[in-house]
Structures are given as C-alpha cells and as structure tokens.
Nanobody
C-alpha cells in the first residue's frame, strides 16, 4: 500500500504562483513514477504532469506547459508541482498519484488539495 498526502493548495490571484507538495510513504512506494491530476468544478479529473522515479523523464498536459514544473526529491519521498502564472481556469482540486500506469490509470491516489485562482 502507498499513502500520499498533498499540501500547498490555497487561494491566489491570477498571475500568481503556488507550489504543491506530495509526501509518499508505504512499502510499495519505492520505484513508482509519480503524477499530478486535477478536477475542476463540473469536469472530469484530468492528467496534469508526471515524472519518472529518477526525475529524468517528465510529461505535461498542453495547457500547463511552460507554466508548471514537476520535480521529485527522492531523499524526502516528495514530489512537487510548481505552478506559475496561474489562471482562473487552473482552479481545481489537485491530486497526487503513484504507480500503475501513472499518467492514465494510477494505482494510488492522495486525498487532494484545493487550488483556487481568482480573476
């Protein structure tokens, strides 16, 4: 089992920045790729970004390329999502995910953290 705990969400004005963190624990965690997803009000959950366990391979959905950066600190079992130039359409609950086919069907999910961007 893998336990994922997100933090760092909040309310920010358009153009601002936030950094989300996700701390992972559990015997099954090690070796897993990591990802961030989000669910906006009234919409389905969507893929945002993923990173290989070594940190060498990253992938982003088109709408966040150039604004969001995913990174990983293996010593702290933590994955980050740096979000810059936030826009109201980025408002969503952001979820950390791990394992499985991480970009499409992750095996494990965190509880989510709310990000609200005001115009």
């Amino acid at each position: 089992q893998v336990h994922l705990v997100e933090s760092g969400g909040g309310l920010v004005q358009a153009g601002g920045s936030l950094r989300l963190s996700c701390v992972a624990s559990g015997r099954s965690y090690f070796g897993n790729d990591m990802a961030w997803f989000r669910r906006a009000p009234g919409k389905e959950r969507e893929f945002v970004a993923s990173i290989g366990r070594s940190g060498g391979t990253t992938s982003y959905t088109d709408s966040v390329k150039g604004r969001f950066t995913i990174s990983i600190d293996n010593a702290k079992n933590t994955v980050f999502l740096q979000m810059n130039t936030l826009q109201p359409e980025d408002t969503a609950v952001y979820y950390c995910a791990s394992g499985g086919a991480v970009a499409t069907r992750p095996a494990y999910w965190g509880q989510g953290t709310q990000v609200t961007v005001s115009s």
